[in-house]
C-alpha cells in the first residue's frame, strides 16, 4: 500500500482536526465541512508536489470520496422530510 493512501485513510478513520490546523493549512472558511479532516493533508501534499495534476491522487480520491457521501446523506435526509 501507498504511504499517502496510509495517510488518506488514517485521516479518515480519525475524523478530527483543529481549527488551527485548518487555519495553519489556509483552509477557507467555506470549505471547513464534515470532510476538512481530509483536506488538510491533501493542500499540504498539493503544495509540496506544485499542485501538480497527476500528484495526491490518493488524498483527492479521499476527499472527493467524503464529499460525495455527504452529499447522499443531505439528499436522503432531503427525501425523508420530503415523504
Given at each position: 500500500r501507498h504511504p499517502r493512501s496510509e495517510r488518506a485513510a488514517m485521516s479518515h478513520a480519525e475524523g478530527k482536526v483543529t481549527t488551527k490546523q485548518l487555519a495553519d493549512s489556509q483552509i477557507p472558511h467555506v470549505w471547513r465541512d464534515s470532510c476538512a479532516h481530509l483536506l488538510v493533508p491533501l493542500t499540504e501534499c498539493r503544495k509540496q508536489?506544485?499542485?501538480?495534476?497527476w500528484k495526491c491522487m490518493d488524498e483527492r480520491h479521499a476527499y472527493e470520496k467524503c464529499q460525495y457521501d455527504e452529499y447522499l446523506k443531505r439528499l436522503h435526509a432531503a427525501r425523508k422530510t420530503s415523504s
Open positions: 508536489t506544485l499542485y501538480a495534476p
